[in-house]
C-alpha cells in the first residue's frame, strides 16, 4: 500500500469553477499535512499546510483535515487559467519525512 | 533574501562518470533534505542532514550515492558511476532549526540531471 495516494487525474474544470483534489495516508500518527504545487519543469511550491482536523482557508484555497478517515483535501475555488498545475500532497513522518503522493494535474479551462 | 538554491540547474553526464549536486539552504536554516523525483513521479525522500550530520539516509540507495553537508559551504549529493536509470530532477528542501514535525519545508529549484 502507497503511503499517500491522491486521486489520479487529469482532471479539467471550467475557468470559475472548484477543483477539488483528494488525498489518503496510511500513516495514522502523521500530524502534519502539506499541499504543495508545481508547474511543469518547476519545483514545489508550498499552498496550504494544515495540522488539525476541520478547515482552513487560505484565500481561495482551503484545505480540510480528517485524521479519524486518514484524508486530506484542497479545494481550489473561482479556478483561474493559472492555477493549471500538479498538486502534490505531502505527509510529514518520522518527523521530517516528507512523503509525497504522486501528484493530481489541473487544467483549467479559459 | 535568497531562498534555497541549487547549482547546477542541468547537468549532463556519460555513464559511468560522476556527478556533484550542490544546494546552499535557506539564511537562517540548517537543516537539509534531498529528493528525487523521476519522470511522471512524485517525490521521494533521499537523506536529511544537519551540519556534519547525516540524520537518515534510508531513501538513498547504498551504491554509488553519498551526501554531505560540511561545517563550511553548500551541501553535496554525490552519484558515482552514473546510469541512465539516475536521470530524474533533484530537489533540495531546508528547514529552520529545531525538529518540529510542523516545519515546512522549503525546495529549491532543483538540479536536472541527464545521463547519457
Known amino acids: 500500500q502507497k503511503e499517500v495516494e491522491q486521486n489520479s487525474g487529469p482532471l479539467s474544470v471550467p475557468e470559475g469553477a472548484i477543483a477539488s483534489l483528494n488525498c489518503t495516508y496510511s500513516d495514522r500518527g502523521s500530524q502534519s499535512f502539506f499541499w504543495y504545487r508545481q508547474y511543469s519543469g518547476k519545483s514545489p511550491e508550498l499552498i496550504m499546510s494544515?495540522?488539525?482536523?476541520g478547515d482552513k482557508e487560505d484565500g481561495r484555497f482551503t484545505a480540510q483535515l480528517n485524521k479519524a478517515s486518514q484524508y486530506v483535501s484542497l479545494l481550489i475555488r473561482d479556478s483561474q487559467p493559472s492555477d493549471s498545475a500538479t498538486y502534490l500532497c505531502a505527509v510529514n513522518m518520522d518527523d521530517y519525512k516528507l512523503s509525497f503522493g504522486a501528484g493530481t494535474t489541473v487544467t483549467v479551462r479559459a | 533574501n535568497a531562498g534555497v538554491m541549487q547549482n547546477p540547474r542541468h547537468l549532463v553526464r556519460r555513464r559511468g562518470q560522476e556527478a556533484r549536486l550542490r544546494c546552499s539552504p535557506m539564511k537562517g536554516h540548517s537543516h537539509v533534505y534531498w529528493y528525487r523525483q523521476l519522470p511522471e513521479e512524485g517525490l521521494k525522500f533521499m537523506v536529511y542532514l544537519q551540519k556534519e550530520n547525516i540524520i537518515d539516509e534510508s531513501g538513498m540507495p547504498k551504491e554509488r550515492f553519498s551526501a554531505e553537508f560540511p561545517k563550511e559551504g553548500p551541501s553535496i549529493l554525490r552519484i558515482q558511476q552514473v546510469v541512465r536509470g539516475d536521470s530524474a530532477a533533484y530537489f533540495c528542501?531546508?528547514?529552520?532549526?529545531?525538529?518540529?514535525?510542523?516545519?515546512?519545508?522549503?525546495f529549491g529549484p532543483g538540479t536536472r540531471l541527464t545521463v547519457l
Open positions: 494544515i495540522y488539525s482536523n
Open positions: 528542501a531546508s528547514s529552520p532549526p529545531g525538529v518540529l514535525s510542523t516545519d515546512t519545508q522549503y
